[in-house]
């Protein structure tokens, strides 16, 4: 394993490029490290993996010259300005309070952490250590999504009032069968945390902040401990409501937001990313043709991804500005979801505020109900 002689600590100096490391060479790191590479001013130079040959191919797949089987012996080794963790969820936390600890900022794959409480843990470390977290919920980012955010924010769509925000994925029994999924103590969560919080984290990002929650979730078909289906009713702070669906049952996949407001209906339809042509804003009758033309998406188009949302944080980064407001509020998807799983487990509807009692920031296992067919003895 390389060694570079620099001390880990403080973020770059103006000028320099910003240092970053990646915890974690499985799937979802091969789309921060082909971000990382085009991006101006930052230098991929470390990875850990305890899986020696894996790391090795991807090390040598980005040229990345810094190679480490644990975290500990990376920062201890690497001047590192910015972790990405691509690591399976139980790990989050403990690692991202690592990184803060020796001054890099940390990039972390959704879900940020198992619980509330963990991530409560990785803010105020990143707070103490005056360095940012930014959680990947790459679907805020793009053209596409920034627009209509700002139509919304401005209010020239009128009242937020019925939405739908469905998470219709297949997966089958091989994906599960990775050891670390289907189960509360490794993954957290079923699809409504790892998959659905996408869907409703977009949301969330569009309309903003939320009051309560009532959901149930169901075990129809998977082996697992956990849901594989949820449905739950979401009220916003504006007085919109929600219908929120997430599954891995679906043959026919796909992510669909719908917005209706006083004025428009605002549609999104896609799958694991959008660009322009997956947006539809149909203006209501009273609204006049040049006022509906000044809502077009612009002529610019940046698709959603990784890619986009690392070149938002990277720029606010090197212009000394800290995370971007695109990362703000890493905590709402986790919240929304752990007061679905709350109000799953206590039969009731679960408000905001509730979230900060006794039992509603730990471990999101509860009962699920399982329907799935008896199987003959
Ligand atoms: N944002 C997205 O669209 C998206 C997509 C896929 C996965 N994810 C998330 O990314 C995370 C990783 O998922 P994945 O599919 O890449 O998993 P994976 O199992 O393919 O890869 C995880 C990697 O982490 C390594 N690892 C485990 N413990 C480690 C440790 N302590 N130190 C260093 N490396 C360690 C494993 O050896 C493995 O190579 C999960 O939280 C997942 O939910 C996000």
């Not at 130079?45 to 990345?64: H, K, M, R, S």
């Not at 879900?111 to 679907?139: H, K, Y």
């Not at 949302?309 to 980064?317: I, K």
């Not at 505020?353 to 003895?377: E, K, Q, V």
Request: a negative charge; aromatic letters at 6%.
């Amino acid at each position: 394993m390389s060694q570079s002689a620099s001390p880990a600590g403080s973020a770059a100096e103006p000028g320099e490029p910003l240092r970053a490391a990646i915890l974690g060479t499985g799937s979802v790191a091969h789309l921060h490290a082909a971000a990382l590479r085009d991006l101006p001013g930052v230098e991929l130079v470390a990875a850990a993996d305890p899986t020696a040959q894996q790391l090795v191919a991807f090390a040598e797949t980005y040229g990345i010259q810094g190679r480490y089987a644990a975290l500990e012996d990376l920062l201890a080794a690497e001047k590192v300005d910015v972790l990405h963790i691509c690591t399976p969820p139980a790990g989050h936390a403990e690692q991202t309070v690592a990184a803060f600890a020796r001054g890099a900022h940390v990039v972390v794959e959704k879900p940020a952490a198992l619980s509330l409480a963990e991530l409560d843990l990785m803010t105020d470390a990143g707070r103490t250590a005056g360095r940012g977290l930014a959680v990947v919920f790459q679907q805020r980012s793009g053209s596409a999504a920034a627009h209509v955010k700002g139509l919304l924010d401005s209010g020239a769509l009128g009242r937020p009032l019925a939405a739908l925000c469905q998470t219709h994925w297949y997966r089958t029994a091989d994906y599960f069968a990775v050891p670390w999924r289907g189960t509360w103590a490794s993954e957290g969560g079923g699809t409504t945390l790892s998959h659905g919080s996408h869907q409703i984290d977009l949301l969330a990002y569009l309309l903003g902040g939320w009051s309560a929650v009532h959901a149930t979730m169901w075990r129809l078909q998977h082996d697992v401990e956990t849901e594989d289906l949820s449905h739950a009713s979401l009220v916003f702070e504006s007085g919109a409501v929600a219908s929120v669906v997430s599954t891995v049952l679906a043959p026919r996949q796909s992510s669909l937001l719908r917005i209706d407001t006083e004025n428009a209906t605002i549609e999104l339809e896609h799958l694991y990313g959008h660009g322009h042509a997956h947006w539809r804003i149909t203006p209501a009758e009273h609204v006049d043709a040049v006022t509906a033309e000044s809502w077009r998406l612009p002529d610019r188009e940046v698709p959603s991804g990784h890619d986009a949302l690392f070149a938002e944080v990277y720029a606010s980064l090197l212009g000394g500005h800290g995370m971007p407001q695109i990362v703000g509020h890493p905590a709402r998807a986790l919240e929304i979801v752990s007061a679905m799983y709350a109000s799953a487990r206590d039969a009731r509807w679960i408000s905001r505020s509730d979230l900060a009692g006794p039992g509603m920031r730990g471990s999101l296992a509860g009962p699920i109900i399982d329907a799935r067919p008896r199987r003959s003895a």
